[in-house]
Structures are given as C-alpha cells and as structure tokens.
C-alpha cells in the first residue's frame, strides 16, 4: 500500500484467500483492505496517538439515514456525553477532495451535529470547526487534541 501523509504506524496485516486483510481495533475485527480503508486506519490511529482521543469513543463505518436515504460514514468521534464531536470523511489516496466530497460531510453532518470535520485522502488533510448560527464552517490548520 502506498505511504501516506500520516506518521508512520504498525498494522496487524493477513493474508487469506489472496486478499489482504487489516485489523480494525475499533470493530475488532480483520477487514479486507482497499485503498480507502488504509486511509481509514491510519486516520484511527492519527486520532488516537497523535490526537489522543481514547479509543471507546470512537466509531468506525456505520450507516445514518438521510432524507431516508442510507448512508455510512467513515468515523465519528464522540464527546462523553454522546454527543458528536468529530466526523471524518476518508477517500482513497486516488481520489481528490473537492466540494463534492465537503458536501457529503456537510450532509451527514445535518443528522450527526459534529463541532469539527475531518476530510482526508491520506495525503491532504483538510480540518473544519462548525458555525451553526451562520450554517457554514470555517478551516482550520488542525482538529484539537483530547481535552475531556
């Protein structure tokens, strides 16, 4: 797999029936890996490493409805009192992030009411905090370490 813009970590890797497999530790669980779950996996770990967000609040790839439609997203980061603190929109290292891809996170965020938004390829980072008053959000250099 390619490197990534992220620092370097060490994955639990497996090789079956010709397909390689990663360990997911928040779904605990080996899924087959593709160019976006590489990005996926290494932004867990950015986010509970160098971020220092604790594991148990973090949720990996489950679906939210959208004006009925279902949707899944990539990961969510919890505040303790269940609300949302961050959604993450990873792409493949292929794809470009464009305003397509800020709409999306924008529209799961009219369900999920995250503070910040992550949206990555792995290579480009791109880090937004949410103001709800004037519907819009702004960038940022960087999402905030865990002060809970």
Same mark, same amino acid.
């Given at each position: 797999?390619?490197?990534?813009?992220?620092?370097?970590?060490?994955?639990?890797?497996?090789?079956?029936?010709?397909?390689?497999?990663?360990?997911?530790?928040?779904?605990?669980?080996?899924?087959?890996?593709?160019?976006?779950?590489?990005?996926?996996?290494?932004?867990?770990?950015? +986010? /509970?490493? @160098?971020? #220092?967000?604790?594991?148990?609040? %973090? *949720?990996?790839?489950?679906?939210?409805? $959208?004006?009925?439609?279902?949707?899944?997203?990539?990961?969510?980061?919890?505040?303790?009192?269940?609300?949302?603190? +961050? /959604?993450? @929109?990873? #792409?493949?290292?292929?794809?470009? %992030? *464009?305003?397509?891809?800020?709409?999306? $996170?924008?529209?799961?965020?009219?369900?999920?009411?995250?503070?910040?938004?992550?949206?990555?390829?792995?290579?480009?980072?791109?880090?937004?905090?949410?103001?709800?008053?004037?519907?819009?959000?702004?960038?940022?250099?960087?999402?905030?370490?865990?002060?809970?």
């Amino acid at each position: 797999m390619q490197q990534l813009n992220f620092p370097t970590y060490s994955f639990r890797l497996k090789n079956s029936e010709n397909k390689v497999s990663i360990f997911d530790a928040i779904r605990k669980k080996f899924v087959v890996l593709q160019p976006e779950e590489w990005v996926r996996q290494h932004c867990v770990k950015y +986010l /509970i490493e @160098e971020k #220092k967000y604790p594991q148990s609040l %973090i *949720n990996v790839e489950k679906e939210l409805r $959208i004006n009925g439609l279902r949707k899944r997203y990539d990961i969510v980061v919890f505040n303790p009192d269940g609300t949302i603190h +961050l /959604i993450v @929109e990873c #792409k493949s290292s292929k794809m470009s %992030i *464009n305003q397509d891809t800020f709409d999306q $996170i924008a529209r799961y965020n009219l369900a999920l009411n995250a503070t910040y938004l992550m949206v990555t390829n792995g290579m480009n980072h791109y880090y937004c905090s949410m103001d709800f008053e004037k519907k819009r959000y702004e960038f940022l250099r960087d999402i905030p370490n865990y002060l809970f």
